[in-house]
């Protein structure tokens, strides 16, 4: 480092021992000692003569000099100090000069030692820096120079023509307040439009703390392009960036300038030179974030757009660009384009066919073939949540979003075989032994939807006519033998053979794909804490063969509930796995009494209860089914909204007595039309002893839009 080196040589050059009259022989060998560099032997024959000479300023300064030059410069400026004590101008200078020097050299060595072991909060101590290119000084150092700024600036006020002070003065206020110059971005020079700098868009690398295969996968990054840095702006000195932009992209720009900091100005200009956009900071309302300013570029602006940032004020400023581009849906489709047309069709193998990709007004087109005897299972699913699902999930009561596409199951001849059937975002289409031949899967724009741009993933699965076609969970046609749903949602199933776990996208209920063939049961069970509101749905095409779902106790004798209610227009049914009415206790804090409702906190949890579900088809038929349990353990609502659900479940009946056929909880006839899925929920929220049964409901996928299927 260049700073090492003037300082190391200002102090070999200039320093000389003060050369005070004295009789004490010591004084005069140290002296000789000094100016030959041999500064140990400096040190110690100072030392000596200090035991005759204990208040002499002058010997203070010479033993300070030879301590600095043998490295110790915390010993050097401590006997300097001492030194200051004189009377005598033309010594007070060279010791404050001397003083300076050391600090300095002090803090160039604490810059150049790393600590012994990484310090978190020695780290959060260092002089913070909002420059983009200031280097980070170490808290210690900064404090030395500082002193050396200090004591030199003091020095060259007694003496102005001391050229070595003037010389170690500049290099500490390098550190201590350095030349805007120094301290700017890596874009620079790019103070003119022709100097523009090239911003390049790249995915975002991974935060440290994601798991590793967690977010979107490779194909899905590049949907989202971006560049974030924290840039300087100094005074009199433009910023120029350039952007390519092709037809098609979605781009937004956010400069961030901190308040106070001083205000810049950000115009936008499209390759032909117009202003496309422009922002200046600290505008009457304080605001110092831009709005994100979003635009789409069309065929006639592609090319090299520019952004130019002026320094309004004249201040040095530290303030961030962030730049996000979606490239043009067509320029990052999937692997299976083009596919646009049936005559493009691509074929499909049966298992997960991942990270497509749909683009608004472009159909995918999909070719499969079925032997005789062949089923096809289809199930299209969203990658990723799109804005109006999470506003929804934000509004209490708010029903799931729409599949924000459509999917259809066509044969050779055009005829429409299958349509998709939503569950939440998501669509099933089944269709069952349709006959051997080639099949055609379309996914196309949802009509009177909003076209839909995004990532999405199909699950085929291709099945042998029963029984070798069963599902892989067989044998499970007896209570003895049920299947554990939450066990079953995990594993992948063999090649060729019914049984898949659905994909979820992230952390969603259990979900199996299963079958039934004529004259079979399937008997799942599941484990309730009895703390947490479940409810076990089944969604099916009812037009393939009606199922029916029934809820029993752990040995599969009582029957607890049963649905089979669905429609062509309904294609499912649900029930809520019931809670019993805690235990009564002590009295709880707030005047509970025992055997009120009121549970008490101190009261243990209750035992956990073993379900078995019952799912059965109507003689000599067969169907496929997905099984799912919503709100599973661990997903539990707020406990302290219970006041309020026993207040609406006053005038129920309980659990425990069952409606009439044909009569609803309350007595009424039933609506032939009612969703068998909301009935279900429905009665879950009239359970006087299921205080969460609300939050249930609400969360619940299935519970506020109709499991209807087109065909």
């Not at 790249?202 to 840095?229: H, I, N």
């Not at 581009?325 to 596919?339: F, I, L, Q, T």
């Not at 005897?373 to 299209?380: I, N």
């Not at 076609?469 to 046609?477: A, C, I, K, S």
């Amino acid at each position: 480092m260049r700073a090492g080196v003037i300082i190391t040589v200002a102090m070999v050059s200039s320093w000389a021992a003060c050369g005070f009259e004295t009789s004490d022989g010591a004084v005069e060998s140290g002296n000789e000692a000094l100016v030959a560099g041999r500064a140990d032997e400096a040190v110690a024959t100072y030392a000596e003569a200090a035991t005759r000479l204990p208040e002499s300023p002058e010997l203070n300064y010479d033993r300070g000099l030879a301590a600095s030059l043998a490295g110790d410069h915390a010993g050097a400026a401590s006997l300097l100090l001492q030194a200051l004590a004189t009377k005598d101008k033309a010594l007070e200078q060279k010791v404050k000069s001397a003083l300076g020097t050391v600090y300095a050299r002090e803090a160039l060595v604490l810059e150049r030692t790393p600590p012994a072991e990484p310090d978190p909060a020695a780290d959060a101590q260092a002089e913070p820096s909002t420059d983009a290119g200031a280097p980070q000084i170490p808290a210690a150092a900064m404090d030395k120079w500082k002193l050396a700024v200090e004591f030199l600036e003091d020095a060259l006020v007694l003496d102005p023509q001391d050229a070595e002070a003037r010389r170690t003065l500049e290099v500490a206020l390098m550190r201590v307040d350095p030349p805007c110059a120094t301290r700017d971005d890596r874009f620079e020079d790019n103070d003119g439009e022709g100097a523009a700098k090239l911003i390049e868009v790249a995915v975002e690398a991974p935060k440290e703390s994601q798991m590793p295969g967690a977010g979107p996968s490779p194909e899905a990054q590049q949907d989202e392009l971006r560049f974030r840095e924290q840039l300087f702006s100094c005074p009199d000195d433009e910023d120029w960036y350039a952007i390519e932009l092709a037809a098609g992209d979605r781009v937004e720009l956010a400069p961030t300038v901190p308040k106070g900091a001083g205000r810049l100005r950000m115009t936008l200009y499209t390759p032909g030179g117009e202003v496309a956009w422009a922002w200046t900071s600290g505008g009457a309302d304080g605001a110092e974030e831009a709005p994100r300013h979003g635009f789409t570029v069309d065929s006639a602006a592609a090319g090299r757009w520019r952004l130019r940032q002026e320094n309004v004020e004249l201040d040095e400023v530290s303030y961030g660009l962030e730049v996000v581009v979606r490239p043009a849906c067509m320029r990052v489709e999937d692997r299976y384009e083009e596919n646009d047309v049936v005559a493009d069709a691509k074929t499909l193998t049966p298992g997960p066919v991942p990270d497509l990709k749909r683009c608004p007004g472009d159909e995918d087109w999909y070719a499969l073939t079925l032997a005789e005897g062949e089923s096809l299972f289809l199930y299209a699913q969203p990658e990723g949540k799109p804005e109006e699902a999470e506003k929804n999930e934000r509004e209490e009561g708010a029903p799931p979003p729409p599949p924000p596409f459509s999917v259809e199951v066509l044969d050779e001849s055009g005829a429409v075989r299958a349509r998709g059937a939503p569950i939440e975002r998501s669509q099933v289409s089944t269709l069952l032994m349709p006959g051997a031949g080639r099949y055609f899967v379309r996914v196309f724009d949802r009509v009177g939807a909003e076209p839909y741009e995004g990532r999405y993933a199909l699950q085929v699965e291709v099945v042998p006519p029963c029984p070798e076609g069963d599902d892989r969970f067989e044998d499970n046609d007896e209570a003895v033998m049920a299947t554990d749903l939450i066990e079953a949602a995990q594993p992948p199933a063999p090649d060729g053979q019914a049984g898949q776990a659905m994909p979820q996208g992230g952390q969603g209920p259990p979900v199996v794909f299963a079958r039934v063939c004529p004259g079979d049961t399937d008997w799942w069970k599941v484990v309730s804490d009895q703390q947490t509101p479940q409810v076990m749905s089944l969604v099916f095409d009812h037009a393939q063969g009606d199922l029916a779902l029934e809820l029993f106790d752990e040995a599969g004798l009582a029957s607890v509930a049963r649905s089979d209610q669905s429609s062509p227009e309904a294609n499912g049914e649900a029930l809520a796995i019931p809670i019993e009415k805690p235990p009564g206790g002590p009295a709880a804090p707030g005047g509970a009494t025992p055997g009120s409702d009121a549970v008490d906190p101190a009261a243990p949890p209750p035992e956990p209860k073993t379900f078995t579900i019952k799912v059965s088809a109507a003689p000599e038929q067969q169907n496929f089914y997905l099984l799912r349990l919503d709100n599973p353990s661990g997903g539990g609502g707020d406990q302290g909204d219970q006041g309020d659900e026993s207040e609406d479940s006053e005038d129920s009946k309980g659990e425990d007595s069952p409606p009439e056929d044909g009569e609803d909880e309350e007595g009424e006839p039933q609506d032939e039309d009612r969703n068998p899925l909301q009935d279900a929920i429905d009665n879950l929220d009239r359970n006087p002893e299921n205080l969460q049964a609300r939050d249930a409901a609400r969360k619940s996928p299935l519970a506020n839009q109709k499991p209807a299927k087109d065909w």
